[in-house]
């Protein structure tokens, strides 16, 4: 079975520093993986996904996710938050080698980033 | 420009009725989903289909029903039988083909309130 944690209901950041927003997961051997983020009454919107190659996934609006197979985590990372990221963030994950079978997201993190 | 489109953004639904919500998509893809979002919840998954009159179940089916007799339209009626209705709706798609590794484009949603 697939599953996504996300440790954190809600992330509070200063303007202007570093954001980290946690996910791990769990996958019968290698992961799809992929962040979304939503603003309010809206849909997802994709923000990047990791594959195969490069740990160090570079995404939209200057986000980037470091995927770490040991901790079987991909948490996603922004070094410098805008008050304009606040919003509600979703990871997913898919195995590899599963067909097609749904994407599975997280509960979701919801971020505040403070003028 | 191609995407994604549900209907009615806002719903209203009295005690004992079905309704439908709309959705439509433009990007020839092959699989279409519904999601229920619910606060602290996350998505939940009620419905799939990879290809045109078939669909499977997803982990919240009960009370729900969906037809999929076109490629590009997948309505989701919420029946009587779903006790707890009052929820954001949101359906997604992708392509099936190819390597395996795309991720979701997702509507804007439709939220549901039983009144």
């Known amino acids: 079975a697939q599953s996504v944690a996300q440790p954190e209901d809600q992330v509070n950041v200063a303007e202007g520093n570093p954001l980290t927003v946690k996910c791990t997961y769990s996958?019968?051997?290698?992961?799809?993986l992929f962040w979304y983020v939503q603003y309010p009454n809206r849909g997802l919107q994709f923000l990047l996904k990791?594959?195969?190659?490069?740990?160090l996934v570079k995404g939209s609006y200057g986000f980037e996710a470091e995927f770490n197979k040991s901790q079987t985590s991909f948490h996603l990372k922004k070094p410098s938050a805008l008050v304009s990221d606040s919003a509600l963030y979703f990871c997913?994950?898919?195995?590899?080698?599963?067909?097609?079978?749904?994407?599975?997201f997280g509960k979701g993190t919801r971020l505040s980033v403070i003028a | 420009d191609g995407g994604i489109t549900q209907s009615p953004k806002y719903l209203f639904r009295k005690e004992g009725q079905n309704v439908t919500l709309s959705c439509e998509q433009n990007?020839?893809?092959?699989?279409m989903y519904w999601y229920r979002q619910d606060p602290g919840q996350g998505l939940r998954l009620i419905y799939y289909?990879?290809?045109?009159?078939?669909?499977q179940k997803g982990d919240i089916a009960e009370g729900y029903s969906v037809s999929r007799e076109k490629k590009e339209s997948f309505p989701l009626t919420v029946t009587s039988a779903q006790k707890n209705p009052t929820a954001f709706y949101l359906c997604?798609?992708?392509?099936?083909?190819?390597?395996?590794?795309?991720?979701?484009?997702f509507g804007s949603g439709t939220r549901l309130t039983v009144v």
């Open positions: 997604a798609s992708t392509p099936l083909s190819g390597p395996g590794d795309y991720g979701y484009t």
């Open positions: 289909s990879q290809i045109v009159n078939d669909f």
């Open positions: 996958v019968s051997g290698n992961p799809y």
């Open positions: 990007l020839n893809h092959d699989a």
């Open positions: 990791y594959i195969t190659g490069d740990n």
């Open positions: 997913a994950v898919r195995a590899l080698n599963s067909g097609n079978t749904p994407l599975v």
